[in-house]
């Protein structure tokens, strides 16, 4: 698929396959979104600028690479998004955070926004929005609008899973956009579940069901 990166890191599908499975409890759920963030996020930073600084070491100077440009921005997707955001700055202590509030209409599926807060000079910055769940992709089509309205304009969306329906309509929507997923799995449900998939992936980290 054009404009979209499978993360197929050995790691990230042994711990995903963890959290497939029915019986991993809440805490296991949330403790490998963690994990597995970290390497998502290794792989979404993997081609950015570096740029050139004179530094001492204890022995002489040198010339040593820094990422070029602004500190990066990580927009979570709430509440879901959340589960990646801790992994992510874990590894990107210094980036910013914007959080854009959106549940879905269990019965139309339409995204709906009950917050949004982001820093202020987006346009200047790298901005990777992160949820674990590609969907229908109303979710992620309405954060990246927002945030492009916000002047957001160099952005990364960045999941765990992806349906092929929600791969096909968020690059639709957003072709600028690339999209890094550990998987992309088979289908949709008729309740707009991805199949085989995780199940709710905010009910199973925060065990609300
Ligand atoms: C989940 C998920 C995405 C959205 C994906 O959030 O975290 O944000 O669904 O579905 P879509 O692609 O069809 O829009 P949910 O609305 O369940 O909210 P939550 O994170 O608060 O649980
Ligand atoms: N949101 C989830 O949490 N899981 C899905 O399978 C689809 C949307």
Partial sequence: ???????????????????????????????????????????????????????????????????????????????AGNGLLEGMLDLVPSARVAHVGLYRDPKTLVAVEYYFKAPDDLGDRLTVVVDPMLATANSAIAAVERLKERGAQNVRFLCLLAAPEGVERFTGAHPDVPVYTAAIDDHLNDKGYIVPGVGDAGDRMYGTK
């Fill in 1 to 79: 698929m054009k404009n979209v990166v499978v993360i197929d890191h050995p790691l990230v599908q042994h711990k995903l396959t963890i959290m497939r499975k029915q019986e991993t409890s809440t805490a296991s759920f949330r403790r490998l979104l963690r994990e597995i963030s970290t390497l998502l996020c290794y792989e979404v930073t993997r081609d950015l600028d570096l740029e050139t600084v004179r530094i001492q070491t204890p022995l002489c100077e040198m010339d040593a690479p820094e990422i070029a440009g602004k500190k990066l921005v990580f927009a979570s997707v709430l509440r």
